[in-house]
C-alpha cells in the first residue's frame, strides 16, 4: 500500500529556478528518504531524514521534515537542466510478517527544468 | 553504475511464455527486492529478501515467482502473464530491510506482454 504522496504531479520551471516538490504520508514513520529517477531509468537515492531530524541539506538540495503536518519538502536550489527528472519520497510501512518497517514509494513529482 | 545489474534491459513476451528476470547486486548487502513500476502510478513493492528469506509478498498474483538463490542474485520468474503486467520491474539491494537504509537499484527491465 502507498505511503508517500508526492505533490505537485508535474512541476515545470526554468533553469536557475528553485523547484520545491512536497510529500505527504498517513501514518507515524521512523524515516523519510527521497529518491530520483530519470526516464526509464532505476531509482537513485538523494537523502534520508530522520523522524528527529527537521532538515537535512546535500549540495544543492534541502529536505525538512515536519511530523506534526506529515508531511516532507525537497527543495532543489539554482536549478539545472540535468536535474529534469521523477522525484520520490518514500516513507516506512510497517510489514506485519517481518515485522521490517519497508518503505513504500509514492507516485513521484515530474520535474522539467527548461535551459 | 550503483553496483546493481540487470537483465534483460527489455524483454517482450507472449502470454503463454515462460521467461525470467535476472538482478545481480556486487554491493555484499542482506536484502533484495522486486518493484513494478507502471506509468503514473505509485511504485509497487512486489517482494523483500533478507539473508534469502522472503519477508514480504505484497499479495502478488502467482504468475510471478521469486527466487533467491543467494544474497547476490534475485530471480523474478515469468509465467501466463497478462497485457496489464508490461511494465519496467526494477530490483534494489540495501545492507539489510528497513527504512534506516538506502536502497541501490538496478536499471530495470522493460517488460511488454503481448
Known amino acids: 500500500s502507498q505511503q508517500g504522496e508526492e505533490d505537485p504531479q508535474a512541476l515545470s520551471i526554468q533553469e536557475g529556478e528553485n523547484a520545491t516538490m512536497n510529500c505527504s504520508y498517513k501514518t507515524s514513520i521512523n524515516n523519510l528518504q527521497w529518491y530520483r529517477q530519470n526516464s526509464g531509468r532505476g531509482l537513485v537515492h538523494l537523502i534520508l531524514i530522520r523522524s528527529n531530524e527537521r532538515e537535512k541539506h546535500s549540495g544543492r538540495l534541502r529536505v525538512t521534515l515536519d511530523t506534526s503536518k506529515k508531511s516532507s519538502s525537497l527543495l532543489i536550489t539554482a536549478s539545472r537542466a540535468a536535474d529534469t527528472a521523477s522525484y520520490f519520497c518514500?516513507?516506512?510501512?510497517?510489514?506485519?510478517?517481518?515485522?521490517?518497517?519497508?518503505?513504500?514509494f509514492g507516485a513521484g513529482t515530474r520535474l522539467t527544468v527548461k535551459p | 553504475e550503483t553496483g546493481v545489474t540487470q537483465t534483460p534491459r527489455h524483454l517482450v513476451m507472449g502470454m503463454t511464455n515462460k521467461k525470467s528476470l535476472k538482478c545481480e547486486q556486487h554491493l555484499g548487502h542482506n536484502a533484495m527486492y522486486w518493484y513494478k513500476q507502471s506509468a503514473k502510478k505509485p511504485l509497487e513493492l512486489m517482494f523483500v529478501?533478507?539473508?534469502?528469506?522472503?519477508?514480504e509478498n505484497n499479495s502478488v498474483p502467482s504468475r510471478f515467482s521469486p527466487e533467491c538463490p543467494n544474497s547476490s542474485h534475485l530471480f523474478l520468474h515469468l509465467h501466463t502473464l497478462q497485457p496489464e503486467d508490461s511494465a519496467l520491474y526494477l530490483c534494489a539491494s540495501s545492507r539489510t530491510t528497513g527504512s534506516s537504509y538506502e536502497q541501490y537499484f538496478g536499471p530495470g527491465t522493460r517488460l511488454t506482454v503481448t
Open positions: 518514500a516513507t516506512d510501512a510497517k510489514s506485519e510478517r517481518a515485522n521490517n518497517n519497508d518503505m513504500r
Open positions: 529478501y533478507n539473508f534469502k528469506e522472503q519477508t
